[in-house]
């Protein structure tokens, strides 16, 4: 399994924990704050928890890809239940399917134990470049 984060200064940027990634899945978290996260609505804006729940299905995947290939979102249909605010904003990831070019993940988003997004994606699988360093996400 190929390190997840320590290339990928989006996810340290957004302030995005990896909890836990293995076997086709993925636990991230992120603590939402008013300053930084929310829009002029006064709730965590929706690309928030849309970059978290991408982020670790990503991971969820490349948990289970071997160096040589990579991944890439297809596409991702989201849902927000609830309004999201301040807090810990966990996301649960894991394979549905996986074929040799296509996978489908979902994955859960809960703020103070309530489910308050949901998603379910396709992404590409794909040999990396030559040349590429193995430590990608």
């Given at each position: ?92 990831a894991a394979i ?42």
């Open positions: 399994m190929r390190p997840f984060g320590q290339d990928f200064e989006f996810a340290r940027a957004l302030g995005f924990e990896m909890i836990e990634r293995g076997d086709g899945r993925c636990l991230m978290a992120i603590d939402v704050n008013a300053r930084q996260h929310f829009s002029p609505q006064g709730a965590a804006h929706g690309g928030v928890a849309y970059s978290l729940a991408d982020t670790a299905m990503g991971g969820a995947l490349t948990s289970v890809l071997p160096d040589d290939q990579w991944c890439a979102t297809l596409e991702i249909k989201f849902n927000y239940h609830v309004r999201i605010g301040e807090g810990r904003l966990t996301c649960e549905v399917h996986r074929g040799k070019r296509i996978a489908n993940i979902e994955a859960k988003l809960y703020q103070n134990d309530r489910l308050v997004s949901s998603a379910n994606g396709n992404f590409a699988i794909f040999p990396a470049p030559s040349g590429a360093s193995s430590s990608k996400p």
